[in-house]
Every structure is written in structure tokens, then in C-alpha cells.
């Protein structure tokens, strides 16, 4: 399938709730009449964090949680109780509340105090559960991305080193911004995807969202302007907020 980049723009943040919520449980019950698992790669972040709520509540009992295998696509080099941490944020709104077995959870061991070294056993992790072909990488079903006002997806972060990773599928990327490692999936990876959905909300996306859907900007500038699915689809769920400088309309 070719790349399909879809912009689908909704009133407000609960509507882009409902939404995702939506599309995630459609994705899932057409994945599984055609195999027995579906995989995903979680992001962190407030948006994400409205959508495991629901999924959690109103989804509960659509879902066939234990076909469901859940990764994340990025982590904060941080202990799992940490405030900061993408996986205590999905454990505590969705995972701890739904009928997940433990053996269909993969986090990132981001309390190893060696980035690198967490960062080559998370690359593992996904070796040996996707077995991919040598020199190959594997498909997700589906990988949920926000994106941060500077134009950043995952921990892929404007001028960082790990934009220019080609053949790794999780580095540790030094955040200078922050000071601080970031566990990252790599822009070869996430672009395998079958889907790639990204989750944008608020005004202060703006100016960003402009750049990397009609913008000139660089991808260096702007890293999220790098994710194009190499056979699968692109799509974009936006607030009006966040959509308010683009001049083209949803799909």
C-alpha cells in the first residue's frame, strides 16, 4: 500500500479522544480478521494520556486485550515510578485497568543508568519478538506519535543525533535541551510502519504543524516532517486549536 497521508481535524480535545479511541479500535478488528496479534507502539504525553483513559473506560470491553501487544516508541531515561515515565503514565490510564496479560507488555528498562545499554536491549526486545529478515525491520500495526511544539516526534528532537540513524532501530538520544538521554525509536523504523497516527493537540502546535504538513522548513528543524510510512499510511488527528495556521482542510 502506498503511503496515504490523511489530516483529519476535529473540534476539540475530547473529541480527538474519541476519535483516536475510534480509530485504534477499528484498526485492531481489522488487523485480527486477518491475524492473531496486533501490535502497537505507545507515545507518552497529554493527548495520549486522554486516549488510554477512554480506551481504559468506554473501550473496555470492546477490545480483545489479549491479542493487543503493547511497546513504546519512546521512553524517558528514568526508573518505571517515575513521574516522567512514558510506561507509569500507560500503566496507571490504560494497562492497569484492562485484562492485559504481563507477558504482552514490552517497556523500555530505562532504569538501567546506561542509556546505550537500555537502549540495545529494548533494539532485542523487538528483534526477538518480530524476527525480522537480516538487515530488516519490523512492522508494527500501528505506532501512535504526538508532537511537541518544536516539531518533535517520539524522541526524535530538532538537530539531535539520532535523525541521522539508518540502519539502528532504538538509540539513546542525547536531548541537549533537557541534558538528558532520551530512548528513541529510529525514523527507519517508525516509517516500516502500517500505520503511523499522529495525536496533535492545543494551540501551541501550531506554528509547528504548519511547518511539517505545508511549511518549508527542514527536517532537521522539524523531525516530524521525516515519518513517511514506506508502505503503509500517514495519518494526522488535529484539533481545531492546533490546525488554526494550515490552510488546507481535512481529508
Not at 9 to 16: G, M, Q, R, W, Y
Not at 21 to 37: G, I, Y
Not at 231 to 240: A, F, I, P
Amino acid at each position: 500500500m502506498a503511503e496515504t497521508n490523511n489530516l483529519r481535524i476535529v473540534d476539540d480535545a475530547a473529541s480527538l479522544f474519541h476519535a483516536a479511541a475510534e480509530d485504534f479500535t477499528n484498526r485492531v478488528e481489522f488487523t485480527l480478521k486477518s491475524s492473531d496479534r496486533f501490535t502497537v507502539a505507545l507515545s507518552g504525553g497529554s493527548t495520549p494520556k486522554g486516549l488510554f483513559s477512554l480506551l481504559a473506560s468506554s473501550y473496555r470491553e470492546r477490545l480483545p486485550w489479549n491479542k493487543i501487544f503493547f511497546f513504546w516508541g519512546d521512553e524517558r531515561h528514568v526508573p518505571p515510578d517515575r513521574s516522567e515515565s512514558n510506561y507509569r503514565m500507560a500503566n496507571e490510564a490504560l494497562l492497569s485497568k484492562v485484562p492485559i496479560p504481563a507477558s504482552n507488555i514490552f517497556r523500555v528498562r530505562a532504569e538501567d543508568p546506561d542509556a546505550n545499554r537500555a537502549a540495545a536491549q529494548y533494539e532485542q526486545t523487538l528483534r526477538d519478538f518480530f524476527h525480522p529478515a537480516a538487515g530488516s525491520f519490523p512492522q508494527f500495526d500501528l505506532i501512535l506519535l504526538g508532537m511537541g511544539p518544536d516539531g518533535h516526534c517520539a524522541s526524535l528532537f530538532p538537530g539531535s543525533a539520532a535523525l541521522q540513524e539508518k540502519s539502528r532501530l532504538v538509540v539513546a538520544n542525547w536531548v541537549d535541551k533537557f541534558k538528558t538521554f532520551r530512548i528513541t525509536f529510529t525514523v527507519p523504523l517508525i516509517n516500516q510502519a502500517k500505520a503511523v497516527e499522529f495525536l496533535v493537540g492545543g494551540a501551541d502546535k501550531s506554528a509547528a504543524l504548519y511547518e511539517v504538513l505545508e511549511g518549508g522548513g527542514s527536517t532537521d528543524q522539524f523531525p516530524s516532517k521525516m515519518i513517511h510510512p514506506v508502505k503503509g499510511q500517514l495519518m494526522w488527528l488535529v484539533d481545531k486549536a492546533a490546525a488554526a495556521s494550515l490552510a488546507r482542510k481535512s481529508a
